[in-house]
């Protein structure tokens, strides 16, 4: 099993693995679903724990973001999810970035318009 910092790493834009040629997202809807199916590819690939939403805390693996995740924020055109060990923003728009809790960015991700995610 890999640890969790691992995984987003493997991801990650200096990989040449899915999430970087995942077609950008036009809405925070499909940013959210894209996130939860990569991860869930990735986690499936490389983690070692088969998938089992009921125990998503404490098994070793990593999962999607779950709606009870969201955070609320002052920007009205952003979602942030909060999960185990990082923080997902998503615009509005589609754009996607993911920080490890120290504030390092380890995924961007940007819109179908190009446009980046800024905070």
Request: charged share 25%.
């Amino acid at each position: 099993m890999l640890p969790t910092t691992w995984t987003l790493r493997i991801v990650s834009p200096n990989s040449s693995g899915a999430w970087k040629l995942a077609e950008p997202c036009a809405n925070a809807d499909d940013a959210l679903d894209l996130v939860g199916r990569l991860l869930e590819e990735v986690e499936n690939e490389f983690s070692g724990v088969p998938y089992n939403p009921s125990t998503p805390t404490n098994d070793g693996r990593m999962y999607p973001p779950r709606a009870d995740s969201r955070r609320k924020i002052d920007q009205p055109d952003m979602r942030l999810y909060r999960t185990r060990g990082h923080r997902l923003f998503i615009s509005e728009t589609g754009a996607i970035l993911i920080q490890e809790l120290n504030g390092t960015c380890v995924f961007s991700k940007v819109d179908k318009n190009g446009a980046q995610l800024r905070l």
